[in-house]
């Protein structure tokens, strides 16, 4: 899932396919960072995590990994706007399903990249589980009251947990 980048809407066969995108999705999901010491960078990550609204669920530290979530609610203004005007359009038969929670969830593996182990890759994905309801559904669609799963792919995030994880890594360096 890693190696696949971040793609919206994807669906599960195609999770494993390489695109264009894929090395762009890549970098913005990796940093490099020069410490010894693999175990103190999972620690630091999962205490950004949780500075970030996020619960660690499941952590591995003999091979680098870490799992957290946090739950939000998904509703959006703009789907109160799409509703009403499929409604107009359509006279009141057709309702789509608008987003009522979402379970926003990340993987993170860390890995020495030198024989010193000197140098550690952190790789993070952020993505989200959105359960839909209210209304009737296009079949074509999501029914209401199931859940689909999509990745996250907005810089911002990936951008404020590096930047967060960086300061993390430098401060314990410095032993501040």
């Not at 998904?74 to 987003?99: H, T, W």
């Not at 689909?148 to 430098?170: C, G, N, T």
Request: proline fraction near 4%; glycine fraction near 6%; hydrophobic fraction near 40%.
């Amino acid at each position: 899932m890693l190696l696949t980048g971040c793609v919206t809407h994807t669906e599960p066969a195609e999770l494993f396919q390489l695109t264009a995108e894929t090395s762009k999705h890549r970098a913005m999901q990796t940093r490099f960072f020069e410490t010894p010491n693999e175990k103190e960078l999972l620690s630091a990550s999962a205490a950004v995590l949780q500075d970030l609204g996020f619960q660690v669920e499941e952590s591995v530290r003999e091979v680098g990994f870490l799992r957290a979530t946090k739950e939000r609610s998904a509703r959006e203004y703009g789907q109160y706007i799409q509703r009403a005007l499929f409604l107009v359009l359509s006279f009141g038969k057709l309702l789509s399903p608008v987003d009522l929670h979402q379970k926003i969830a990340t993987g993170l593996i860390t890995r020495p990249l030198n024989q010193a182990a000197t140098r550690q890759e952190v790789c993070i994905v952020f993505y989200r589980i959105v359960w839909k309801g209210d209304g009737q559904a296009d079949r074509q669609y999501i029914p209401p009251g199931q859940q689909h799963m999509e990745m996250i792919r907005d810089p911002e995030i990936y951008q404020q947990f590096f930047a967060k994880l960086s300061k993390a890594v430098f401060l314990e360096a410095h032993t501040i």
